[in-house]
Each structure stands twice: as C-alpha cells, then as structure tokens.
C-alpha cells in the first residue's frame, strides 16, 4: 500500500514555535480541505481559480483523499471514494462499450474515452479539456484501498466501482495520453504507468478481485514494469515518457507510493538524484526543465511528493526541508497556492497566463493533501513523546 510514517529525526535548529506552527498547519489544511467538499464528496481542484472551478479530479482528488485520511477524518475520506464510485458506476455501459470496441478494427477515439474531470454532481464537462488520461483511475484505487486498510473500512461500498476501474486501465493502459499535467498526449508517461501499476498492484493485493480480473491485472502490471525497465530509463534513472532521458517532478511517485521500483534500488536513488539535480531549486520543486505554465514556478505538491520519497529513503533531514519550504509558502492565512514564482525558469511567460486565467490557484487542495502527508510522514499528525514541544 504505502510506507510507514518515518520515526522522525527533528531538525537540531527547528524551535518549538515553528514546530507549533507546522502543526497548525495541517489542523488549518484539513480545514481549508473540508470545507470546500461537496454535499456529493468531491473535493474542488480550488474554487476560485477560472480554469478549474467547478470541477473535481480523481488525480488531485486521490491525493487529498490520502491526506485526509492519514488526518483521521475517515467521514470525509469515505465520502470522496463514494463519489469517484458513483462517478465510475454511472458509466459502466460506457465502459463495457469501450471494453467491446476496445481489441475491434473501430477502437474508441480519444474524445470517446474516460473524462479526467467531472463536475461536483459527477457529470462530464461540456468545456474543451485535455481530457483523455489514465492516472487519476490507478490513483483512485490506490487511494480507497490504502484508506480501506488503514481504517477498516469494508470494501463492498466501493467494489463494483473499482472492478470497472480495474478493467478499464487493463484493456487501455498502454494507450498514449495525456500526462499528469495534461500534456502531450502523443506520449506514454511512466508517472502514468506507476500509478495505474500501484492501483493495480494494489487491487490484486488486496484481495476483493475474482481470479479472471486478477489474473488480466497482474499481466498488466507485469507488461508495465517491462516496458518502463526497457524504454522508461535513461542513465539509471527512470524518465517523463519513454524515449527520453528528461525527468519529471512527478517521477517520485513512481516509487512512494506507487512502488513501480523499489525505494531502495538503484533505479530509485538515480530517479530521485536526477529530480534533485534538475527540478529542485532550495526546497521547491519544479515540473519539468521545459515548464511555461505561468513562467514554470515551484510547485507545493511535488515539494511534498519528494519530501515524502526521501523520508522513505531515510533522508529525513531533506524531507523536513521540503516540508519548512512549503509552510513559508502557506499564505498568512495559511492558504497554500498551486505554484509560487520564486524561481521561474521561464519568467517571460508569467504574465500571460496570468491575463488568460488570473492569479495561480489558491488554495489548491492538492497542495494542501501533499502537506498532510508529508507531515504525516514526518511524525506531525500523531505525535511521539520525542516530537512534543
């Protein structure tokens, strides 16, 4: 499922107010989290950013999910899996019909795949989007039965929903999409690949599915590790999409939590040094060395994501870094933006995202369930005798 929170090791110059402040600010992140969730159980990308206002994803929405539950709050987790599985119930014809098409001489067209966003009530967009990705639907999966174990939670809520999950991502994950940024939707990307591989994996470990499904998932999960071991790799390290040698600042999911490799191999340390070398610029985390949007800035989320690898990997003086570079970029109100422009690698290009969307995200619940989670890991949520101030 997902590691163990990390024994923490406090910073020898962390003091007892800015631990308190730490603190605070997952109460305060729960608390901006939950009190945007929907009647329904969506957690809004943000509500007040133009481009993504009324609308939820799986992607975004699995992470916070995580977050939320690592918290406690097991009422609001539950009700998010409850909506992603109404969302994925409510269009099984769809699905079966796309299942039939699927190996046919009339395969379903992009437009005619899976949304990657819905609106609160779970309906499709009627807005022009990058639409076509996989990842949200692997989270997905990772995230309800990462809840379900960590909280007992019976899986029979959530299980027709994520029998359609699991046979959508086995008849199309090796199918090109769109990547966790909704880019480039020539490519196959191997954080898409990880994470349909930890949903999967994750399915299959954990028990619910009938042998016939179990048995098209592990095959999927087997046919994924090979083609990421075989052109997903550059220099030891693992790669944005196969064929190249860049990286992504979502490449460590690939390893926490999705296990694609193992945290500590070889191909893990090379991933992670590579991201670290390239995307991280003192603490922040950019997307990739070619990222435009809004001048190509640090994001919160990968931040977190990175910090949360390197705390699996026993680097928990880095890990704690990550996590003070994110609270110093908490707004007064502790609300936490998508991205910041401390570091722009392409500065030119702020301002006219700015006059196409207006100001960046804020608050993005991604950005907030990251925090959860790395504080999590970090000993923050549930506190030892040895981390009290």
Not at 3 to 31: F, I, N, Q
Not at 157 to 166: K, N, Q, S, T
Not at 299 to 321: E, F, H, I, K, P
Not at 347 to 364: D, K
Request: with cysteine; proline share 6%.
């Amino acid at each position: 499922m997902t590691s163990a929170p990390t024994a923490p090791t406090r910073p020898a110059d962390l003091t007892d107010d800015e631990l308190a402040r730490l603190r605070a600010l997952t109460v305060r992140s729960h608390a901006i989290i939950t009190a945007v969730q929907q009647p329904g159980g969506a957690y809004p990308a943000c509500t007040s950013f133009s481009a993504y206002a009324g609308y939820a994803w799986f992607r975004d929405g699995s992470f916070t999910a995580e977050g939320i539950s690592r918290f406690g709050d097991v009422a609001s987790a539950d009700a998010f899996h409850d909506w992603c599985a109404a969302v994925l119930t409510s269009r099984a014809d769809t699905v079966a019909d796309l299942l039939r098409r699927a190996d046919t001489h009339d395969p379903p067209t992009v437009a005619e795949m899976l949304p990657t966003r819905f609106t609160y009530t779970g309906d499709t967009g009627q807005d022009p989007w990058w639409d076509f990705q996989t990842d949200g639907y692997g989270m997905w999966l990772w995230a309800v039965l990462t809840h379900a174990d960590r909280h007992q939670r019976p899986l029979d809520r959530w299980l027709p929903a994520i029998g359609i999950a699991v046979d959508y991502l086995c008849a199309f994950w090796d199918r090109p999409c769109y990547d966790w940024w909704e880019e480039h939707l020539e490519h196959r990307h191997v954080s898409t690949l990880a994470a349909i591989a930890g949903g999967l994996s994750c399915v299959v470990d954990s028990g619910p599915l009938d042998e016939e499904r179990a048995a098209r998932a592990r095959q999927a999960v087997t046919g994924i590790r090979s083609l990421v071991a075989s052109q997903g790799t550059a220099d030891g390290h693992l790669t944005k999409w196969l064929g190249t040698d860049a990286v992504d600042g979502s490449l460590p999911a690939a390893i926490v939590p999705f296990g694609l490799v193992p945290h500590d191999s070889p191909v893990a340390g090379a991933t992670l040094a590579a991201v670290q070398r390239d995307l991280d610029v003192g603490g922040g985390v950019h997307r990739f060395r070619a990222d435009v949007f809004y001048g190509g800035g640090q994001w919160l989320l990968l931040s977190a994501l990175l910090g949360w690898n390197l705390a699996a990997a026993g680097d928990t003086t880095s890990a704690w870094r990550h996590l003070r570079w994110i609270a110093a970029h908490a707004g007064a109100d502790g609300q936490m933006p998508e991205q910041v422009p401390d570091h722009l690698l392409y500065p030119q290009h702020r301002q006219e995202w700015v006059e196409q969307w207006g100001p960046v995200a804020t608050p993005l619940l991604w950005s907030h369930g990251m925090y959860l989670i790395l504080a999590d890991e970090l000993g923050l949520l549930h506190p030892r005798p040895q981390d009290q101030p």
